[in-house]
């Protein structure tokens, strides 16, 4: 059973700092990729960061580099946005998605996703 779950959102003043996790359990992927992606109210989603678990190329939207670092903690299982110097325009819902090999930065491409965290920066 496939779980992905988000914790860490919440409200921030611009400039501030947040770090959300994304729990992942029952995965079983060859070569598993895991990605944030941000949704605000009449938009799009979009990619936000992705990176394999064991190592390899990471992403960053063009938005948000410099500003966010994606990481894992050592089993893999619990990844990790660390968002710094956050702007009214980061306010969205942040989702955690997963799949086989980092090739896309398309939702649709994503299996398995999270119910998503709150980020509203002001």
């Known amino acids: 059973h496939v779980q992905l779950v988000e914790s860490g959102g919440g409200s921030v003043q611009a400039g501030g700092s947040l770090i959300l996790a994304c729990e992942v359990s029952?995965?079983?992927?060859?070569?598993?990729?895991t990605a944030w992606f941000r949704q605000a109210p009449g938009s799009q989603r979009e990619v936000v960061a992705y990176?394999?678990?064991?190592?390899?190329?990471?992403y960053y939207a063009d938005s948000v580099k410099g500003r966010f670092t994606i990481s894992r903690d050592i089993t893999g299982n619990t990844v990790y946005l660390q968002m710094n110097s956050l702007t009214p325009e980061d306010t969205s819902m942040y989702l955690c998605?997963?799949?086989?090999?980092?090739?896309?930065?398309?939702?649709?491409?994503?299996?398995?996703w999270g119910r998503g965290t709150q980020v509203t920066v002001s």
């Open positions: 029952g995965v079983t992927l060859s070569r598993p990729c």
């Open positions: 998605a997963a799949r086989s090999y980092c090739t896309t930065t398309t939702a649709s491409g994503f299996n398995y």
């Open positions: 990176s394999h678990t064991y190592g390899g190329s990471t």
